[in-house]
């Protein structure tokens, strides 16, 4: 369903999204009422507050709940999948330990930083996250220590990543809308969101790490096994309910796990190559490009990645029926996180489709302040108001592209760095990744606001400070 009229002026519109947000939080945070159930009700009474019609009210919730689920459910099932048979067979302990190693224990989340800074070159923040996960838990678990130490530098470099550099869809569509060089936002991008992540994201994980105490959680993938595939104290059995037998089996070399994680990559890379050929007419259509940018396709590239786990190391796992037990305990614990996720896409739809964006835009753009910061600004309003930060992008740009007809390519490219960042700051209730974070790293929500949300501003922030120096030179 396409955004509606506002029903009511700007002032009614913003109370409306600012209560909304206020009741979701205190029902979470002070009532404890699960957060799934929360946010369901308080996209119901959104709704039907913000002038969404009665009988439209179902749809607009279930339509964006659908849609959330569709792009979440199966690339988390997937993930998971692939992370469980990982942390069993010991291939993510492998895997730590050559990182660990290479560059030694106190640049681990650097490392590891630096890692899905690669990673997230052609993969989405939601798909590089799942993978990434067994790999964050087990550094985490192995030295101790908050776990901010190690998540927030990988989760923020695929935020940054997403955010700033093609070919990921909201700067490919923002550059597109107001005539910017995409070449030139790749060249530019890639130091941008370098310094963004460095300064906005790894710094301040320092910091958070010494003052917040996040333990690593076992939710999806049960204790860490060392060297030799046992569990800590134990006899090779799994504590974490998986059917793993008593018997001790050789891990994978770290060349099949480096090998297994780049799959997903490079055939998402070859989906992302075509789609940009052919978009340029470089290439013309046939069934081989569709082919070929089918297996590229970020689910099946997942899904081919995970029948290459299962057949590389399915047996280490032990037998069928232990295989089986083991992908079954990675599924269950996953459903209040992809519910969860699922209900924060229907919460930042239903402010979409009310109107509240529109309200926020319209108000800032009669302001008459500088383009640069206005960007910012509508962005940042957007990305508060409905959640998602591609939305935000896309929409910002598509306002304000008739103000740059005169603009050189630099400043083109700094005014999508500065829609980037205010695309990215204040990650909050109604945003899906807000809720992935949080369940992924098992977080509480004030936890998640003190330290995610805090951490996307920061990111932003220096994004946009990268997009004003950019802007002053060109």
């Not at 490919?172 to 992540?197: E, K, Y």
């Given at each position: 369903?396409?955004?509606?009229?506002?029903?009511?002026?700007?002032?009614?519109?913003?109370?409306?999204?600012?209560?909304?947000?206020?009741?979701?939080?205190?029902?979470?945070?002070?009532?404890?009422?699960?957060?799934?159930?929360?946010?369901?009700?308080?996209?119901?009474?959104?709704?039907?507050?913000?002038?969404?019609?009665?009988?439209?009210?179902?749809?607009?919730?279930?339509?964006?709940?659908?849609?959330?689920?569709?792009?979440?459910?199966?690339?988390?099932?997937?993930?998971?999948?692939?992370?469980?048979?990982?942390?069993?067979?010991?291939?993510?302990?492998?895997?730590?330990?050559?990182?660990?190693?290479?560059?030694?224990?106190?640049?681990?989340?650097?490392?590891?930083?630096?890692?899905?800074?690669?990673?997230?070159?052609?993969?989405?923040?939601?798909?590089?996250?799942?993978?990434?996960?067994?790999?964050?838990?087990?550094?985490?678990?192995?030295?101790?220590?908050?776990?901010?130490?190690?998540?927030?530098?990988?989760?923020?470099?695929?935020?940054?990543?997403?955010?700033?550099?093609?070919?990921?869809?909201?700067?490919?569509?923002?550059?597109?809308?107001?005539?910017?060089?995409?070449?030139?936002?790749?060249?530019?991008?890639?130091?941008?969101?370098?310094?963004?992540?460095?300064?906005?994201?790894?710094?301040?994980?320092?910091?958070?790490?010494?003052?917040?105490?996040?333990?690593?959680?076992?939710?999806?993938?049960?204790?860490?096994?060392?060297?030799?595939?046992?569990?800590?104290?134990?006899?090779?059995?799994?504590s974490s309910g998986s059917a793993i037998g008593t018997t001790t089996r050789t891990v994978p070399s770290f060349g099949t796990v480096l090998g297994l994680l780049l799959l997903p990559m490079l055939l998402i890379s070859l989906n992302t190559v075509l789609s940009t050929l052919l978009e340029a007419e470089t290439i013309e259509q046939s069934t081989l490009v569709d082919a070929l940018m089918l297996v590229g396709n970020t689910p099946v590239a997942l899904l081919i990645t995970l029948l290459a786990a299962i057949a590389l190391l399915g047996s280490r796992v032990g037998t069928r029926d232990e295989l089986q037990s083991t992908i079954d305990d990675a599924l269950g614990p996953i459903c209040s996180i992809i519910l969860i996720t699922g209900a924060g896409g229907m919460f930042g739809g239903v402010l979409r489709t009310s109107g509240i964006g529109e309200v926020l835009t319209s108000s800032l753009g009669d302001v008459g302040i500088p383009l640069l910061l206005q960007a910012f600004l509508i962005a940042t309003a957007l990305r508060v108001a409905q959640g998602s930060a591609t939305v935000a992008l896309t929409t910002t740009a598509g306002l304000i592209a008739s103000q740059t007809s005169d603009l050189g390519s630099l400043q083109l490219a700094a005014l999508v760095f500065a829609i980037a960042g205010g695309s990215t700051v204040l990650s909050h209730v109604n945003d899906s990744g807000f809720w992935l974070v949080s369940r992924f790293f098992g977080m509480d929500e004030r936890t998640t606001l003190k330290t995610w949300t805090v951490m996307e501003t920061t990111l932003g922030s220096m994004m946009f400070a990268c997009a004003t120096a950019i802007w002053v030179i060109g």
């Open positions: 369903m396409d955004p509606l009229e506002p029903a009511y002026g700007t002032t009614v519109m913003l109370l409306i999204a600012l209560a909304a947000v206020a009741v979701l939080l205190t029902l979470i945070i002070v009532v404890r009422l699960h957060a799934f159930l929360a946010l369901v009700l308080v996209s119901l009474l959104t709704g039907l507050a913000a002038g969404i019609p009665v009988a439209d009210v179902p749809t607009v919730m279930l339509q964006f709940f659908g849609s959330t689920l569709g792009s979440v459910a199966l690339l988390v099932a997937l993930g998971v999948m692939l992370g469980r048979i990982l942390e069993t067979t010991g291939g993510a302990q492998v895997l730590a330990d050559t990182l660990v190693s290479r560059f030694g224990e106190k640049r681990a989340p650097f490392a590891l930083g630096v890692a899905a800074l690669i990673f997230g070159f052609p993969i989405f923040f939601d798909a590089g996250l799942v993978v990434f996960l067994p790999i964050i838990l087990t550094v985490a678990r192995r030295f101790g220590g908050s776990l901010l130490y190690y998540a927030l530098p990988a989760a923020g470099a695929f935020a940054a990543m997403h955010a700033i550099v093609p070919p990921h869809p909201g700067p490919v569509a923002a550059g597109t809308d107001i005539g910017a060089d995409l070449g030139l936002l790749l060249l530019l991008g890639i130091p941008v969101a370098l310094l963004s992540w460095y300064v906005g994201v790894y710094l301040l994980s320092r910091l958070m790490g010494a003052r917040i105490d996040v333990s690593a959680s076992d939710l999806l993938f049960g204790e860490t096994r060392d060297a030799e595939g046992r569990a800590p104290g134990g006899n090779g059995g799994d």
